[in-house]
């Protein structure tokens, strides 16, 4: 059986490195509200990225990011409005949303970084 628990959290080890190695500043990762979750939350210039990490082993039931349907996105997009409420941040700020789609296969790591996905 699989342990998805170590599954997710290997998954968002390899999304952090991804993009501390990138120069973006993570300020926030699974991030909850009663309305869903955020995986990372990053800035980098003046820009906040919300982004949904997906990480696989098989690609048995299609691509990682295929499966950030558009229910998924709504709730991104409703935990981040709520996130920048929180702190009190302009609702007009640079935010995007992107996807981080991971596959690992045999120690072979894959990465496909979505910006603006949705």
Avoid: C
């Avoid at 926030?28 to 990372?40: P, Q, Y």
């Avoid at 003046?46 to 229910?71: T, W, Y």
């Amino acid at each position: 059986m699989i342990n998805r628990k170590a599954v997710g959290d290997r998954g968002e080890a390899l999304a952090r490195k991804f993009f501390s190695d990138r120069g973006y500043n993570i300020i926030g990762h699974n991030f909850r509200s009663r309305w869903g979750e955020i995986d990372l939350i990053l800035r980098k210039d003046r820009a906040f990225r919300f982004v949904e990490v997906k990480f696989r082993h098989s690609l048995d039931f299609g691509l990682p990011q295929e499966s950030v349907i558009p229910r998924k996105q709504r709730k991104i997009q409703t935990v981040a409005l709520y996130w920048l409420r929180l702190r009190q941040l302009p609702m007009d700020s640079d935010i995007h949303f992107d996807v981080l789609a991971i596959h690992e296969l045999r120690g072979q790591v894959q990465y496909s970084y979505i910006e603006d996905a949705f």
